[in-house]
């Protein structure tokens, strides 16, 4: 069976060119359903390899799958080839899962969409590019991914390309995208230097052997890691995620909540053995970014009016803690969060998808509320997401939020700190925002005229095909946590699955103050939450606390517009000028060459009498002479 | 006094190509008919490839007489593209010398 293992990536880029073929006229909805089969049938081949591996022993549970020699030059030799192993798989069946999912709603928002089948040519070529990303089986395949996802995110954030927002958000993402890029080519460059091969296992291998030197280890990891910031939006590269959301919603939810962003965190686990034998302060550094990000977005997210930037910010400040759990040493807990996140902001985006169609394409918060009168099935199943985020046991989201926060407090109280304090304000920025979009006052009918002529406008619940992707994940926001539950290690199911990835590079918190008080960490983590939501409630529902909402938040702390501002002042004039030495000195140089070759020439073709005998006579002439210079030198005779 | 020996021997052959190649050399320069020109060419290739046999036969060196059947391979080759270019031109132009083809003129 793992044998078929390219069938998996395969399958959605055999759906896109179908529809790139058959796609317009196909039409609305086939084109969709087609699309959404073709991912379906890849999730249920990953979910055989996935029972595969499962029958097989733990350290025998790895698979390379070579289909040819990729780059067979000298002593650089790539092969274009697949790896099933537990990470890859676990990826690989979230991935297809919450993309099968969001293919069948896409079916119902973009219903009538001018570029229905296009969408879904993107959408399937994306699930390609993530497949390759995280089942290479060397740095070369998950790169091919890597920009992969980066092109079909560039081509779906500017999708609705007419609004000069979505083209201007689709470049930023692009251009953002590519300066983490670089970090990895260069972690290419000199992971083939310093190991002869980019695959993998020979990296790994070469890590435990201790075959790497720390400092290009170090570096490396360093390099891998920026990479891993501009994809998974951490600071300094994260800005180009909110504004991502111009893209059509259930692009949000793939893209950016629940598959795309989340490859660094992938990469990072993938090379954890690189990680684990650099230098030390590299995992604090990747702990430091992560936390703060988490803190920064988290804080950012509580003055958003755009049911989406809510949910934008949410996800960074999430990736943030992801990261968090890396640099602790967490592998395990990483990807559970990973996946439990994948499920429930996949969820609470779709919701938003369904409350944005319902409301005629209203994004403000301030416009809606009590929405769950008229929405009951979408407001039910985003009051589980806000839960499973907010960290409400036994939703799916506190455990892994708690795995993680367990394992920074045996890093660094400090961290801890700001873990404990980022929940606490997703807490109450989710609240807020299910006050504001599902409870209250029904404020959109002050604002019936807004949305066409329609005078009576009245909300109204999505269609079923949009319902279905929404209740799936909102039972798996319920259960998710199963994967992983604190409480024996004989419920570490994903940790014992995981094993044979992450084992040699995860922290050991066994002897730790804070493995020991585990229940009295979780109880804090309850408590926490419980005292973000009562926060929220106080503000928002009942009024009794003043509505805090700094214009300084609500602005992203001015980081966009300082990135805008040294970008368009000081990063212009030195593109001008780069621009200038490139068209004056560069370009001036080759032309130059030309020039000299066409004034030379102008006045040598003279010569060229068109005469043959002239030319003849001139041969012999030349002959003449060669021959009697070489009897004078008396190399002849 | 010398006895004139009639035997020939590799010089007569080599001052026989000299001659050959010259008079081919002069006809390509003086003459401007393009057919007859193409003959003098022909004549200088062969009286190259007499002196290749002749040293060959000299040296007792098989080298000399392989080039011979290579030069009158790409000489018939030659022959023929060249006769080609000769007769279309003709087809265009009543009358023909090489001096009128001057049209590649830089």
Same mark, same amino acid.
């Given at each position: 069976m793992l044998?078929?293992?390219?069938l ?9 060119l179908l ?16 699309a959404?089969? =073709?991912?379906?049938i ?17 350290e ?9 020699s990729?780059?067979p030059?000298?002593?650089l ?6 790896l ?7 990826? $690989?069946l ?10 069948l ?12 089948s296009k ?8 699930v ?5 990303l ?6 070369l ?10 092109a ?5 954030? $500017? ?5 000069n927002?979505?083209?201007v ?6 251009v ?9 080519m260069i972690?290419?460059f ?6 002869g091969?980019?695959?993998y296992g ?9 075959e790497l ?6 570096a490396?990891a360093l390099?891998?890691?920026v ?5 998974s939006a ?6 180009w995620l909110?504004d991502?959301m111009e893209g059509?919603?259930p692009?949000?939810?793939l893209?950016?909540?629940a598959?795309m962003?989340t $490859?660094?965190v992938?990469?990072l ?17 990747v702990?430091v970014v992560?936390?703060?990000t988490?803190l920064?977005?988290?804080?950012? =997210?509580?003055s958003q009016?755009d049911?989406?930037?809510?949910l934008?910010? $949410?996800?960074?400040s ?6 968090l ?5 967490a592998?395990?807990a ?6 439990t996140?994948?499920f429930f ?9 369904s ?7 209203e994004q403000?918060m ?5 929405l769950r009168?008229?929405?009951?099935i ?6 589980i997401?806000?839960?499973a985020?907010a960290g409400?046991?036994p939703f799916?989201g ?8 367990l394992?920074?407090?045996?890093k ?8 404990i304090?980022t929940?606490?304000?997703?807490a109450y920025y989710?609240?807020?925002?299910v006050i ?7 404020r ?5 005229d807004?949305?066409?002529?329609h ?6 619940e999505?269609?079923?095909v949009m319902?279905?992707p929404l ?5 798996l926001s319920?259960v ?12 570490h ?5 995981l094993?044979p ?17 585990k229940?009295?960490?979780l ?5 926490v939450?419980?005292?973000g939501?009562?926060l929220?409630?106080?503000v ?12 300084v ?5 001015h980081?966009?517009?300082a990135?805008a ?12 000028l ?5 068209a004056?000195?560069?370009?001036g140089i080759v032309?130059g ?10 006045s040598?073709?003279?010569t060229?009498s ?6 003849a006579l001139?041969i012999s ?5 060669i021959?009697?210079?070489l009897l004078l ?5 | 006094?010398?006895a ?13 190509s000299?001659?050959l ?10 003459r401007?008919n393009?057919?007859?020109m ?8 062969n009286?190259v ?12 060196d098989?080298?000399?007489q392989?080039?011979v059947?290579?030069v009158?391979?790409?000489a ?15 087809r265009?132009?009543?009358?023909l010398t090489?001096?009128?083809l ?5």
């Open positions: 044998n078929l293992l390219w998996i990536p395969l399958l959605p880029l055999a759906g896109a529809n790139i073929a058959a796609g317009r006229k196909l039409g609305d909805p086939r084109s969709g359903w087609l959404t089969s =073709a991912t379906l890849s999730f249920l081949t990953t979910v055989l390899a996935y029972f595969e591996l499962l029958g097989r022993q733990a025998k549970r790895s698979h390379v799958e070579t289909l040819f990729w780059l030059v000298g002593s030799q790539v092969d274009f080839a697949l099933a192993d537990p990470l890859s798989i676990t990826m $690989s979230f991935v297809t899962g919450v993309s099968t999912l969001i293919h709603y896409a079916i119902g928002y973009m219903h009538g969409d001018a570029k229905f969408f879904f040519i993107y959408l399937n070529l994306f390609f590019s993530m497949l390759m995280v089942l290479g089986e060397n740095l395949v998950t790169f091919l991914g890597w920009e992969g996802v980066g079909c995110s560039y081509l779906l954030i $500017s999708f609705w390309h007419t609004r927002s979505a083209a958000a689709g470049k930023k993402a692009f953002t995208n590519r300066i983490g890029d670089f970090g990895v972690a290419m000199l992971a083939f230097s310093h190991v091969s980019l695959s020979a990296i790994n291998e070469a890590a435990h052997a201790g030197a720390a400092v290009s280890a170090t490396i390099l891998l890691f990479g891993a910031c501009g994809k951490q600071l300094p590269l994260y800005f909110p991502a059509p919603t692009v949000s939810a893209i950016h909540a598959t962003v $490859s660094g992938f990469l686990t993938r090379i954890n053995p690189v990680l684990h034998v650099s230098y030390a302060w590299v995992s604090t550094t702990a992560g936390a703060a988490a920064f977005a988290a804080t950012i =997210a509580v009016n049911i989406k930037r809510v934008a910010y $949410s996800t960074v999430q990736l943030g803690l992801m990261f759990a890396i640099g602790s040493g592998y395990v990483a990807i559970f969060h990973m996946v996140h994948a902001k996949a969820l609470l985006f779709l919701g938003s998808g409350v944005i169609h319902g409301m005629h394409h403000d301030r416009k809606m509320g009590a009168k008229v929405m009951p979408t407001g039910f199943t985003f009051i997401g806000w839960l985020i409400v046991p799916a506190f455990w892994s939020k708690d795995e993680i926060l394992y920074v407090f045996a660094s109280p400090v961290l801890y700190v700001v873990g304090v929940a606490l304000l997703t989710m609240t807020r925002q504001m979009v599902f409870y209250g006052k029904a959109w009918r002050d604002h019936g807004e949305h066409g002529a005078g009576d406008f009245t909300p109204h999505s269609p079923r319902l279905m209740v799936v994940l909102s039972v319920v998710g946590g199963a994967m992983q539950l604190p409480f024996s290690k004989d419920l199911f994903l940790e014992h699955w094993a990835v992450v084992e040699e590079s995860e922290a050991h918190i066994g002897k730790t103050w804070a493995y020991q008080n229940y009295l960490l109880l804090l983590a309850v408590a939450a419980t005292a939501i009562v929220a409630l106080a928002y529902a009942k009024a009794k606390l003043k509505v805090v909402e700094p214009k938040l609500e602005q992203a702390w980081y966009d517009g990135v501002r040294v970008v368009a002042g000081p990063g212009a004039a030195t593109f001008n780069i621009a200038w030495f490139d004056n000195i560069v370009d032309n060459v030309g020039q000299v070759v066409r004034s030379v020439a102008g040598l073709r003279k060229q068109g005469f043959v005998r002239v030319y001139l002439i030349g002959a003449v002479a021959l009697g210079w030198r008396g190399v002849v005779l | 006094m010398m004139l020996s009639l035997v020939p021997t590799a010089s007569w052959y080599l001052v026989l000299a001659v190649f010259g008079i081919g050399t002069l006809g390509v320069l003086v401007r393009p057919l007859v193409f003959m003098c060419i022909e004549l200088m290739l009286a490839n007499l002196s290749f046999v002749a040293l060959a036969r000299e040296l007792g098989i080298n000399g392989t080039i059947f290579f009158m391979v790409v018939a080759a030659e022959v023929v593209v060249g006769l080609g270019i000769i007769v279309s031109i003709m265009n132009r009543s009358t090489a001096d009128d001057a049209g590649l003129k830089g």
